[in-house]
């Protein structure tokens, strides 16, 4: 079975502090994807990034970027000088192949506060 | 164009009623999906279509009743829903259903059961 922990529930930080967001997966599969979405107030979950497991060179998308470690299984997320846009419920999720790839499993999600 | 668009944004319906939601893509993918969150949770699957054949039913009770119509629609017929049916309803696309390499979602329906 697979498994998405994000540990932090709720963050807060003020307008231009960094933050990171924290992501570990579990699966028994070799091959598998792992994203991360933005859902803000508005409902819709926003696709942010794709990686999958054979590829482990971080990412880095303009004040965005990602560390996505085998060794430990995270996937963590980091945002630099947050801006009051950023403040939306962040999830990290996982989809693995062969049966089951169907589907994307969850972490419960990080409310991200960023105060002005 | 990237959009998976959801009719519609909000919705309030009784018991008895029945009502439906719509969710249209435009980009040529061959599976959708239907997701239901709750408050503070994240999206679980109810359902999903791959080239209009309805694959997966999570266990999802049959007052929801998905339709494929064609390839760029998904709806989900409402009837007869309880009140803790209350929640956000988002629909979901991706090129195939395997290994979900990417998957675009809508903006959702808010529905509230009354």
């Known amino acids: 079975a697979q498994k998405v922990t994000q540990a932090q529930t709720e963050i807060s930080v003020v307008e231009k502090e960094d933050v990171t967001l924290d992501c570990v997966y579990e699966?028994?599969?070799?091959?598998?994807?792992l994203f991360w979405y933005k859902q803000p107030p508005s409902g819709e979950l926003v696709f942010l990034i794709r990686?999958?497991?054979?590829?482990?060179q971080n990412e880095i998308s303009g004040r965005y970027s990602w560390n996505f470690q085998k060794s430990t299984s995270s996937f963590n997320f980091t945002i630099t000088a947050s801006q009051v846009v950023d403040s939306a419920v962040y999830f990290c999720?996982?989809?693995?192949?062969?049966?089951?790839?169907?589907?994307?499993?969850f972490g419960k999600g990080t409310k991200l506060s960023v105060i002005p | 164009d990237t959009e998976v668009t959801q009719t519609p944004k909000h919705l309030v319906m009784g018991m008895t009623n029945k009502k439906s939601l719509k969710c249209e893509q435009h980009?040529?993918?061959?599976?959708m999906y239907w997701y239901k969150q709750k408050a503070k949770k994240p999206p679980e699957l109810m359902f999903v279509?791959?080239?209009?054949?309805?694959?997966i039913n999570e266990s999802v009770p049959s007052r929801f009743s998905p339709e494929c119509p064609n390839s760029s629609l998904l709806n989900l017929h409402l009837h007869a829903l309880q009140p803790e049916d209350s929640a956000l309803y988002l629909c979901?696309?991706?090129?195939?259903?395997?290994?979900?390499?990417?998957?675009?979602f809508g903006q959702g329906t808010r529905l509230t059961v009354v």
């Open positions: 990686r999958n497991s054979f590829d482990e």
């Open positions: 699966t028994r599969d070799t091959t598998y994807y």
């Open positions: 279509y791959s080239y209009e054949k309805l694959s």
């Open positions: 979901a696309s991706s090129q195939g259903k395997q290994l979900l390499i990417s998957a675009f």
């Open positions: 980009m040529g993918h061959r599976a």
């Open positions: 999720a996982l989809s693995v192949a062969g049966a089951g790839s169907y589907q994307l499993t």
